[in-house]
Nanobody, 127 residues
Framework: QVQLVESGGGLVQAGGSLRLSCAAS????????MGWFRQAPGKEREFVAAINRSGGNIEYGDSVKGRFTISRDNVKNTVYLQMNSLKPEDTAVYYC????????????????????WGQGTQVTVSS
């Protein structure tokens, strides 16, 4: 089992920044690709960003490219999502997820590939 705990959400004005963190415990963190997804009320879960186990492959959803940056620290067992130039449409619950990845291939953008999920953290961007 992998336990994931997100933090760093909150209320921010449009154009502002937030950094989300996701702390992992329970298994060897470096064996997992990590992803961030979000879900707004009444909408389907949306892919935001993913990073493979080594950090050498990163993927972003089209709506966040150029504004969000995902990174990981395999010593601190933590994945981060730096969010800049936030827009009201970024308002959602943000979830981190872990995908057991025995080989250092590309990180998946599909939520169904992820084995473990955090409880989510609310991000609200006011206009």
């Amino acid at each position: 089992q992998v336990q994931l705990v997100e933090s760093g959400g909150g209320l921010v004005q449009a154009g502002g920044s937030l950094r989300l963190s996701c702390a992992a415990s329970g298994r060897t963190f470096s064996n997992y690709a990590m992803g961030w997804f979000r879900q707004a009320p009444g909408k389907e879960r949306e892919f935001v960003a993913a990073i493979n186990r080594s950090g050498g492959n990163i993927e972003y959803g089209d709506s966040v490219k150029g504004r969000f940056t995902i990174s990981r620290d395999n010593v601190k067992n933590t994945v981060y999502l730096q969010m800049n130039s936030l827009k009201p449409e970024d308002t959602a619950v943000y979830y981190c997820a872990a995908d057991f990845s025995p080989f250092s291939g590309p990180a998946s953008t599909k939520s169904g590939m992820y084995d473990y999920w955090g409880q989510g953290t609310q991000v609200t961007v006011s206009s």
